[in-house]
């Protein structure tokens, strides 16, 4: 099985994507965990188009990288010029890097249109530029820029600027379907030509205007390409790159390639979210392998047969690349949803028992009044709890209070809550006050238990979602509040629907504290 090459540009490619700009920290921590995990290449960026790649470079030239080869990104020289001369080029020498790509227009329409020269010309900028870098030492790759589509164009003149490119000494062609409008079959197609008339490795870099840079990207391997380029989560302009996170491991798992380690690929999931976080983008929740959707079961029928075999309904063992399975509990679950969330929580159940009936149908009935379980595991669980006996109150609620005042011309208004609660036979009475009515009430809530619960203070409300489920009803609609809580580590969700928001917070917030208190005691 021959070597296939992974080749990394999230750094360059990645960042054109519309909201991504990232500082040269962030780059320099998302090297070192591409690093980590054992990519062979990492495009750092174009060290002469602005200060932040120059300086990017710099730095990188006192941090030793164990398994990544970093490599910069530069263009042809410019029309009419000599190589040495040009400041794009002599920039790639300054950065430090023992290997660069350099990108060259391969359409005859890009070449008398964008450059505004001769289809001469551009040859010898192709073969000039390689040239005089592997004279200094430097090992290069050429971008075949908008390959495919000056192909279909012209054939002649593509394969011609790959052959400028052989001349100058590149050590791989590497074919650009630039626009992202080339089809697979076309792809495996032109990448099959190609290989055949050259004897030096071929890659392809795929953009997913189409929606197949994925597909193209696995066709052009089959067809003999030994380089992939993409970006982590397919990052990159318009419609983004052929995306990482899918192709290696679909090649390692599913084509017999040799990729990365295999305690390596099981960062995969872990490196797609790191890459999220320093890009400021919302992970994908649905995304093949990687997202937090990718093995999430929720219809009935699915779940009874993974309880027989796993592969009934998963392509893989998620756990290949560091991904978990998740069985979803909603108004679309059967017994089996039930038996395996049970399971999570240490619970066995009997599927044709009177319990199992009682819970699956309070379980579709809170659905159907708007209750949402998929982001609530923790009010499910308190449900299976409470259902079968294993559930003691921590406190009980004797009555609480909200103000919330407006006076003497003031900007803000002021919210108070007091409450009362029992424990053990104690009656607490407190108040806090707080940024909105459920923030007051948690403090107070919080307050009240802190002296008999001190786990309390680790117990963190991160994210309060409010949504209202029948908007015809206007300011009388039935509302769903979803929290998020943490205790320095560990996340839950917790749910609470009412027509009065109010009370729709306190069901969530007395789930969220009492699960947390429930964790607590159980680690105890």
């Known amino acids: 099985m021959r070597k296939i090459e992974i080749y990394d540009t999230t750094l360059r490619d990645g960042t054109q994507r519309e909201g991504i700009s990232f500082s040269v920290e962030d780059k320099i921590r998302i090297v070192r965990k591409l690093d980590d995990i054992g990519f062979q290449f990492v495009e750092g960026g174009w060290p002469g188009s602005n200060p932040k790649d120059i300086e990017f470079f710099q730095r990188m030239q006192g941090i030793p990288l164990k398994k990544t080869v970093l490599t910069a990104f530069g263009s042809t020289r410019r029309a009419g010029i000599k190589a040495e001369e040009d400041t794009n080029v002599k920039a790639i020498l300054n950065s430090g890097v023992h290997m660069a790509t350099i990108f060259g227009k391969s359409w005859d329409f890009h070449v008398t249109e964008a450059l505004r020269t001769t289809l001469g010309e551009n040859l010898n900028m192709i073969r000039e530029t390689i040239e005089f870098l592997v004279a200094q030492g430097l090992q290069v790759n050429f971008d075949a820029e908008h390959f495919f589509d000056g192909y279909k164009h012209n054939a002649d003149y593509a394969l011609e600027t790959l052959r400028a490119a052989a001349a100058g000494g590149a050590r791989c062609l590497v074919l650009c379907d630039t626009n992202g409008g080339t089809l697979p079959h076309e792809v495996q197609r032109i990448t099959r030509h190609v290989i055949e008339e050259f004897d030096l490795p071929v890659g392809i870099h795929a953009h997913n205007d189409s929606g197949v840079a994925v597909a193209n990207s696995i066709l052009a391997v089959e067809a003999g390409a030994m380089q992939i380029q993409g970006t982590i989560n397919g990052y990159g302009e318009r419609a983004g790159n052929a995306d990482l996170c899918v192709i290696v491991p ?25 890459v999220s976080e320093q890009a400021n983008v919302i992970p994908d929740d649905h995304q093949p392998f990687v997202g937090r959707s990718a093995f999430a079961h929720k219809g009935g029928i699915h779940v009874s047969a993974l309880l027989r075999h796993l592969q009934t309904y998963e392509h893989i063992l998620p756990e290949l690349v560091g991904n978990r399975r998740r069985v979803l509990v909603s108004e ?18 009997e599927k044709d028992s009177e319990k199992m009936q009682e819970i699956l149908s309070t379980i579709k009935q809170l659905e159907h009044d708007g209750y949402y379980f998929e982001g609530a595991e923790a009010s499910f669980e308190m449900i299976l709890n409470r259902a079968l006996g294993l559930y003691e109150p921590f406190f009980d609620l004797v009555g609480f209070r909200l103000i919330t005042d407006r006076s003497n011309g003031g900007k803000d208004a002021h919210s108070e809550a007091t409450i009362k609660i029992k424990v053990h036979g104690r009656t607490f009475h407190t108040a806090a006050e707080g940024n909105g009515p459920v923030n007051a009430l948690d403090g107070a809530l919080r307050k009240a238990l802190v002296e008999v619960y001190p786990q309390v203070q680790r117990i963190k409300l991160n994210d309060y979602k409010v949504r209202v489920l029948d908007e015809q009803e206007g300011t009388a609609a039935k509302v769903r509040v979803l929290i998020q809580s943490t205790d320095d580590g560990t996340s839950w969700g917790t749910v609470g629907v009412s027509t009065n928001i109010i009370e729709a917070s306190w069901l969530a917030l007395v789930d969220s504290i009492e699960y947390g208190l429930l964790k607590a005691k159980a680690y105890q």
Do not use: W
Not at 250 to 274: E, N, R
Not at 332 to 349: D, F, M, P, Q, V
């Open 332 to 349: 679309l679950a059967g017994t089996s949803n039930i038996i395996y969330k049970a399971r999570e929580c240490g619970i066995e159940l």
């Open 250 to 274: 679909s090649l390692q798992l599913k084509m017999g390639f040799s990729i990365l380690d295999p305690k390596d690929l099981a960062q995969l999931t872990q490196m797609s979210h790191y």
